[in-house]
């Protein structure tokens, strides 16, 4: 069956930097793309930006593409995100979500979230 | 930019039906898919492609979209309908998320 298994929580200074890691399995990795998306306590989803399966084509949310950075192991099907100059409202959890193939492309499989939390 | 509105609460009794709301300028011409969150939950595809269900989704759950709004319909809703309800589209190579509505099964 297909997983997405993401890294454990964190606790960041200001101004560090973040990488996530999410681990796929039960599928063709490089067939799809992964998207990158993140939720605030009590807020609405965020989308940050896609990874594509293949070409490591990536698109990034105008929000963070002067801080976030995607790349993938396809040796070890893994994604990566990293967000530099960490402050205190990135404090979110942060989701990878594999892009379905399907028409209209749904995210059909999510990680379960990794809890980032920003503070000195 | 291109964004999405939802209401933020939306309440309904047992056995009732009810209807979550999301509209974007021309959002019919986008495909459309609906998040179900449960608290301390990932995101879980309930419709897509406007009104397509996954597999496993009970066709009770229902979705459609034209003109500004697209609309998310549960019928006979139980308990377990109860969580947060978030509409996403693509907007040519980006993504974007709706508020959510908080969905509380009275």
């Known amino acids: 069956q297909v997983q997405l298994v993401q890294s454990g929580a964190e606790v960041k200074q200001p101004g560090a930097s973040l990488n996530v890691s999410c681990k796929a399995s039960?599928?063709?990795?490089?067939?799809?793309?992964l998207h990158w998306v993140r939720q605030a306590p009590g807020q609405r989803l965020e989308w940050m930006g896609w990874i594509n399966g293949g070409n490591i084509n990536t698109k990034f949310s105008p929000k963070f593409q002067d801080r976030v950075t995607f790349s993938r192991d396809t040796s070890a099907n893994t994604a990566y995100m990293e967000l530099t100059g960490l402050k205190s409202e990135d404090t979110a959890v942060y989701f990878c979500a594999r892009e379905s193939l399907d028409r209209g492309r749904p995210f059909d499989y999510w990680g379960q979230g990794s809890l980032v939390i920003v503070s000195s | 930019s291109f964004d999405l509105t939802q209401p933020p609460s939306v309440s309904v009794s047992p056995g009732q039906t009810v209807s979550v709301t999301c509209s974007g300028n021309n959002l019919g011409n986008k495909y459309v898919s609906w998040y179900q969150q449960k608290p301390g939950q990932s995101p879980v595809v309930v419709i897509y492609?406007?009104?397509k269900r996954p597999a496993g989704i009970p066709d009770r759950i229902s979705g459609s979209n034209s003109g500004n709004t697209a609309t998310l319909t549960i019928s006979g809703t139980q308990a377990v309908d109860e969580a947060d309800y978030f509409c996403q589209a693509w907007d040519t190579s980006f993504v974007v998320f709706g508020g959510g509505t908080k969905l509380t099964v009275l």
């Open positions: 039960g599928y063709t990795f490089s067939a799809y793309a």
């Open positions: 492609h406007d009104d």
